[in-house]
Nanobody
Framework: QVQLVESGGGLVQAGGSLRLSCAASGRTGSSYDMGWFRQAPGKEREFVATISWGGRSTRYADSVKGRFTISRDSAKSTVYLQMNSLKPEDTAIYYC???????????????WGQGTQVTISS
């Protein structure tokens, strides 16, 4: 089992920045790829970014490419999402998740955090 806890959400103006953190506990010694997803009101949960277990490979949704950066600190069992140039359409609950696959498919992620709210004002 892996437990995930997100933090760092909040309210910022458009153009601002936030850094989300996801702290993992439990079986963190396993080789999990980690992902960030988001869900806006009335919409389905969507992929944002993923990073391989070794941190060498990353992938981003087109909507965040060039603005968001995913990284991980294995020593701290923590994954980060640095979000710059934020837009009102980035408003959503952001979730981190763990998977044994290399995938952007939400259905293949085994463990999920509780989410953290990000609100961008115009």
């Amino acid at each position: 089992q892996v437990q995930l806890v997100e933090s760092g959400g909040g309210l910022v103006q458009a153009g601002g920045s936030l850094r989300l953190s996801c702290a993992a506990s439990g079986r963190t010694g396993s080789s999990y790829d980690m992902g960030w997803f988001r869900q806006a009101p009335g919409k389905e949960r969507e992929f944002v970014a993923t990073i391989s277990w070794g941190g060498r490979s990353t992938r981003y949704a087109d909507s965040v490419k060039g603005r968001f950066t995913i990284s991980r600190d294995s020593a701290k069992s923590t994954v980060y999402l640095q979000m710059n140039s934020l837009k009102p359409e980035d408003t959503a609950i952001y979730y981190c998740a763990a998977t044994t696959y290399t995938t952007t498919n939400t259905k293949l992620y085994d463990y999920w955090g509780q989410g953290t709210q990000v609100t961008i004002s115009s």
